[in-house]
């Protein structure tokens, strides 16, 4: 739907409506909330049962310095004044503030708040971005989240779409109470018991299990069929966003509810809880990010406007960035530079040549140690994924100081390069031919998985059949379904599991998880696994490399005993690891962490050899969710001269 229309600006004493002849877009002010979207005779596609400030809006989620976890302070924060900083006729920009002083400390974060809202001519939908900025003077906090929520009609849209293969109607809100839903082991898990629409009767409802990647999440939202309406939240790019490409977000859940995720600790804890220090200025600019409206008039045609929606995302990325956004805070095209090269990857144990990293992740974050862009969530991260000669290049980098950082599928560990790389406006930095040396002492004796900072390639079992969620039956994404942790102990009622290499097979006989088994409803126990292998004449005077890399922990020890279960100490231990949590929400990795543990040469013997991997963590509230996931584990020989061709 298009309009020739001006855009038009109406202020009154309490709203302000942008209004363009496609849409009206009604705000509260000074507040900023959003209380109304008129499109396609629908007068609000917005929940009309809601008070206007839960409808559309902007929330943070603070907690004073030296708070541990990743909650703290709700504050859907309200603008104190109100600005028109363009209006034409071809776009309006307005402006919510909230200025802080120190009357307020204590009351809410140290942050001056700026929303903005653009709307263009002839756009079918709107903008929004916001300004935060920390003054080096005032008193230091943590942030643990920042968003922007829009709550639809539920009586309107229930058909929701995240990606191609996961789309489905929705149940409604009032079926997770408690008198049509039964609560499990975390407050997001509901079984439907008896919901309004009686097909979703014993399913499991869990905002987690449509949680995305941020390289993949890049649209989603919600369908309304009569009319045949799409309401679409549209991110052109990442680089807002904490954690880098892997991190996941949450998206759209049941409500109806789309959510834009900034600023998260989801699958990853404290560790990316933004903390500001004493005298640390801060400043960042969080989208803008796109709410596009489309609509058909065939009602049973509404799978073209998901496509069309997908549509408007490759639109909106070409036009990235975007040359409209007032703030001077938003750098454009020319403010920006570029970044290219070409990584291999130099394993002598694995090619005597070099190595193109087909399919790197590859960017630019703030200067930090290898991997530390999974952590850092204060700045700006630039990715982009590698050909398959290895080549990458980056585009619209914002001015500043970066390492150039990169993962390899098939290769543990990270690369980083230490020379720091200024961009300026207008830069084109060509860094040549880069090297990757992941860790390696010698060669290969044994190897379970696939390097690739997930855990997908192990086995992940069916679902309990009292809880389906049935998008995910026969379904790639498996592992998104409710309690696959308790299937553990179905299938290993009394002895762990154990893995024989060159035997088993780690798609069938390695379980996705080691987890705590569950002996009764309240009672979990510690789990030792074990890793069996032949070895024929060890060296007794050499050093063996044991490499452990973890796709998630969540309050988990990790202990590794070779040929004595009750060694005491344990050759290693991780000690008590992570708060990701992704077993209990779904995922299928969280932060990556790599372990290299010596093995002195005199702990095998001559022919079968156990290595006891022990899950000693099994206390706590939640014991269920404790434990870890394998990326990738390999037993390294010595090193005699390098690229040697040892077997073992």
């Known amino acids: ?12 004493d309490k709203h302000v409506v942008l209004d363009n002849g496609i849409l009206q877009v009604t705000i509260s002010k000074p507040d900023g909330f959003v209380t109304r979207i008129h499109y396609n005779g629908i007068q ?15 929330d943070l989620v603070w907690s004073k310095t030296g708070s541990t976890g990743t909650t703290g302070i709700f504050d859907k ?27 307020l400390e204590g009351s809410f974060a140290s942050l001056n708040l700026d929303k903005r809202f653009i709307m263009l001519r002839n756009s079918s939908g709107f903008y929004s971005y916001a300004i935060f900025e920390h003054l080096k003077e005032w008193p230091p906090f943590n942030l643990p989240q920042v968003r922007m929520v829009f709550k639809l009609r539920k009586d309107k849209f229930n058909y929701m779409v995240v990606s191609d293969n996961r789309k489905r109607f929705m149940p409604l809100p009032e079926d997770r109470l408690p008198d049509r839903g039964q609560p499990l082991i975390l407050p997001e898990a509901v079984l439907l018991v008896d919901p309004i629409e009686p097909e979703f009767t014993g399913e499991v409802d869990d905002k987690y299990q449509y949680s995305c990647e941020n390289e993949d999440l890049k649209v989603h939202g919600w369908i309304c069929s009569d009319p045949a309406v799409g309401f679409w939240q549209i991110t052109p790019t990442s680089e807002f966003r904490s954690g880098g490409p892997l991190k996941q977000n949450l998206t759209s859940h049941v409500g109806p509810i789309t959510l834009a995720m900034f600023l998260s600790a989801h699958y990853a804890g404290e560790d990316l809880v933004l903390k500001l220090g004493t005298d640390e200025p801060w400043k960042k600019v969080f989208g803008p990010v796109f709410m596009y409206l489309n609509s058909v008039s065939d009602k049973t045609q509404t799978d073209i406007l998901w496509e069309d929606a997908k549509n408007q995302w490759s639109s909106e990325v070409e036009n990235w960035p975007y040359s409209f956004p007032a703030s001077e805070n938003f750098p454009k095209l020319d403010q920006r ?44 991260q630039f990715w982009t994924r590698a050909d398959e000669t290895g080549y990458f290049s980056i585009s619209n980098i914002r001015a500043g100081t970066y390492n150039l950082y990169a993962s390899v599928p098939g290769f543990i560990g990270d690369y980083i390069n230490e020379n720091l790389i200024t961009i300026t406006a207008g830069c084109d930095i060509d860094l040549g031919d880069l090297i990757f040396q992941p860790p390696r002492d010698g060669p290969t004796v044994w190897e379970i998985g696939i390097p690739d900072r997930t855990a997908a390639e192990f086995y992940i079992p069916d679902p309990d059949p009292k809880y389906i969620n049935k998008l995910y039956v026969n379904h790639p994404d498996r592992y998104r379904q409710y309690g696959l942790w308790d299937r553990y102990a179905e299938l290993y009622p009394d002895e762990d599991l154990v893995y024989t290499i060159d035997v088993s097979d780690y798609t069938k006989d390695w379980f996705f998880a080691q987890v705590n088994r569950k002996k009764d409803e309240n009672t979990y126990e510690a789990t030792t696994w074990q890793i069996k292998f032949q070895l024929n004449y060890p060296d007794q005077n050499a050093t063996y490399k044991m490499r452990l890399a973890l796709a998630t922990a969540n309050v988990a020890e990790l202990q590794v005993r070779i040929n004595d279960t009750l060694a005491d100490p344990p050759l290693f231990t991780t000690g008590q690891i992570g708060f990701d949590n992704t077993i209990g929400r779904h995922g299928i990795h969280g932060l990556y962490r790599l372990y290299s543990v010596d093995v002195p040469g005199t702990m095998f013997v001559d022919g079968e050899n156990t290595i006891f991997l022990k899950l000693a963590t099994n206390t706590g509230p939640l014991q269920a969710l404790q434990g870890i996931m394998y990326d ?17």
């Open 1 to 12: 739907m298009s309009s020739s229309s001006r855009v038009k600006l109406h202020i009154s």
């Open 44 to 58: 609000n596609l917005l929940e009309i049962l809601n008070a206007e400030d839960n409808r559309g809006y902007w």
């Open 77 to 103: 924060f309200k603008g104190t004044q109100f600005k028109v900083m363009v209006e034409t006729e071809d776009q309006v920009e307005i402006s919510f503030v909230r200025t802080w002083d120190s009357s």
């Open 337 to 380: 530079g570029k970044v290219s090269g070409r990584l291999t990857v130099n394993d002598s144990y694995v090619s005597t040549e070099n190595i193109a990293a087909i399919d790197a992740y590859v960017g630019l974050a703030p200067p930090g140690e290898a991997g530390s862009w999974q952590r850092e969530c204060k700045g700006y």
């Open 632 to 648: 990738y584990i390999r037993l390294e020989g010595p090193s005699y001269s390098s690229g040697s061709n040892t077997n073992y």
